[in-house]
């Protein structure tokens, strides 16, 4: 029988599930809450698929309970930097820099060099500038 080489294949983690590159292609798979099983599945497949020329391969993933089990989320963080609130919010560290220069932007801390927000105050501050619009010119 002839052995055949194979590509490698790399399956690594993402910020929402995982990527897997093989035979020059890359292919994302989102585990997020209710499709994580799918996924699975289709990631399972795909790797069958690369490896298994020529070969029949069924997969299967079960949930031995029918459900999905939830993943457990980190509290959000109290205390934010700058680069938190603008991954968070949209509110650029330039934007926040101006503001604490001018004297306006939600609380912060100090602390040595560190620049620290409460997430209350950023959420207060925003709210505290909604602009209602009435639609006229």
Same mark, same amino acid.
């Given at each position: 029988?002839?052995?055949?080489?194979?590509?490698?294949?790399?399956?690594? /983690?993402?910020?929402?599930? %995982?990527?897997?590159?093989?035979? @020059?292609?890359?292919?994302?798979?989102?585990?997020?809450? @209710?499709?994580?099983?799918?996924?699975?599945?289709?990631?399972?497949?795909?790797?069958?698929? #690369?490896?298994?020329?020529?070969?029949?391969?069924?997969?299967? %993933?079960?949930? /031995?309970? @029918?459900?999905?089990?939830? %993943?457990?989320?980190? /509290?959000?963080?109290?205390?934010?930097?700058?680069?938190? %609130?603008?991954?968070?919010?949209?509110? #650029?560290?330039?934007?926040?820099?101006?503001?604490?220069?001018?004297?306006?932007?939600?609380?912060?801390?100090?602390?040595?060099?560190?620049?620290?927000?409460?997430?209350?105050?950023?959420? #207060?501050?925003?709210?505290?500038?909604?602009?209602?619009?009435? @639609?006229?010119?």
């Amino acid at each position: 029988m002839e052995q055949v080489a194979h590509q490698p294949i790399t399956i690594e /983690p993402a910020v929402n599930g %995982v990527v897997m590159a093989a035979d @020059g292609r890359r292919l994302v798979y989102e585990l997020k809450p @209710g499709r994580r099983a799918k996924a699975m599945h289709d990631l399972l497949k795909e790797v069958a698929t #690369s490896l298994a020329v020529g070969l029949d391969v069924r997969i299967e %993933v079960r949930d /031995p309970e @029918g459900a999905e089990l939830p %993943v457990l989320a980190k /509290p959000p963080k109290k205390f934010l930097t700058q680069s938190d %609130v603008e991954a968070e919010y949209s509110i #650029s560290t330039k934007t926040l820099e101006d503001w604490r220069c001018n004297g306006k932007g939600p609380q912060y801390s100090k602390t040595g060099k560190r620049v620290y927000y409460q997430r209350e105050d950023v959420e #207060s501050f925003m709210r505290s500038n909604v602009i209602r619009t009435t @639609g006229r010119v």
